[in-house]
């Protein structure tokens, strides 16, 4: 007999069969969604083939240098999800104020905001990268939404996840149900389930930090992480493995399936520019946080939580550490004292 497999379409139908009031919208937003990182899955997949290595010769909002790739998965992110009327708006990494649904479209009632290609300057050296997403509801006004209808907390959102373009292309979700993983089986074009339930262990022998600042870090981040060096000997008292992989998608996909934690925290250095930490709030730490929380770990600044931050504007940073709960409450406290 065939063997079925639960698609990732059939899941979140499912999923949305137990909601009262569920429409198919949001269902239907969450295909084009899951369309678009196909198609970046595919041209991720065929690299120099089809000419998509490199710089673009640009910078984006905050000044940093975008890849070739940067744009064109920006681009097919808003081609796949402006034209079924789910959306009243779009924001994006990649550009610098929200992108309105074109005149002549249908609007919806939700918001996208992703980072199109995180970690693309893995890109050139052919280590992973991702995509990641998050889905708010338009509140006020969806028929010409501003960047204050983004500036939600992270506890607002509705769904979000991320894709993996690895050894294999995954998928892993969260619509406040429990984290999903998917895996993309090429031959039939579909993401279908392979790591349902995803939990991170609350124990961890793992960190993943940039070490190449630690001149710049801060008091308790050092100390944790000398701590962690220090092994058995150490007040931890065991040995501690270290990543870093420069691709927050791949770390916190790690930390998804063997424990983990990560951090990128406000430095000296940061401090001395003004900026608050290197990581986006809106598109990068509120959705990884989510799922991170989904999956049992936590997700702070090092001081709050991450998803409790009113955020002030759309391309907002903030310090991350997520992971493993046990640890992160460990470095949280560490800040605290
Ligand atoms: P990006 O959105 O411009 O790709 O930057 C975000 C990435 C994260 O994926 C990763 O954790 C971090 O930047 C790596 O930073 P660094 O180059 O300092 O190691
Ligand atoms: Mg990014």
Redesign the pocket.
């Known amino acids: 007999m065939h063997n079925h497999r639960t698609s990732v379409t059939q899941f979140i139908i499912e999923e949305q069969r137990k909601l009262a009031g569920a429409t198919g919208d949001f269902t239907s937003l969450l295909n084009d969604v899951f369309t678009a990182c196909k198609v970046i899955s595919n041209l991720v997949n065929h690299g120099e083939l089809v000419g998509v290595l490199g710089a673009a010769g640009s910078e984006n909002v905050q000044g ?1 240098e975008q890849k070739k790739m940067d744009i064109i998965t920006n681009d097919i992110f808003l081609q796949t999800n402006e034209w079924a009327g789910h959306l009243a708006a779009m924001a994006s ?1 990649e550009m610098d104020d929200i992108y309105q649904i074109p005149a002549g479209n249908p609007k919806g009632k939700y918001l996208l905001t992703f ?1 199109p ?5 893995n890109m050139d050296v052919n280590v992973s990268v991702g995509t990641i997403f998050s889905i708010l509801r338009c509140k006020g006004n969806c028929v010409n939404p501003t960047a204050e209808d983004f500036l939600q907390r992270g506890t607002e959102q509705v769904a979000a996840g991320y894709a993996i373009y690895g050894p294999s292309t995954m998928l892993v979700i969260t619509t406040g149900q429990g984290v999903n993983g998917f895996t993309l089986d090429q031959n039939i074009g579909e993401f279908v389930l392979t790591h349902p339930n995803m939990t991170i262990p609350e124990e961890t022998r793992e960190f993943a930090i ?1 070490a190449s ?1 630690m001149r710049h870090w801060e008091a308790p981040v050092k100390r944790y992480v000398d701590e962690c060096l220090a092994g058995k000997e150490g007040p931890r008292g065991e040995d501690f493995n270290m990543r ?1 992989v ?4 791949a ?1 916190v996909h790690r930390i998804l399936t063997r424990g983990g934690v990560f951090m ?1 925290p406000l430095d000296e250095k940061m401090k001395a520019k003004g900026t608050e930490g ?3 709030l809106m598109y ?1 730490a509120n959705p990884m946080s989510f799922i991170v929380e989904q999956a049992g770990g936590a997700s702070t600044t090092g001081r709050i939580r991450i998803m409790d931050i009113q955020p002030s504007e759309l391309h907002q940073r903030v310090p991350v550490v997520l992971g493993s709960k046990n640890e992160v409450e460990r470095i949280t406290s560490y800040h605290n004292e």
Not at 117 to 121: V, Y
Not at 246 to 249: C, F, K, L, N
């Open positions: 940093e990494e980072d290609l995180d970690g693309s300057s940039n600042n870093w420069a691709s927050m998608v770390e990128y290197k990581l986006r990068e």
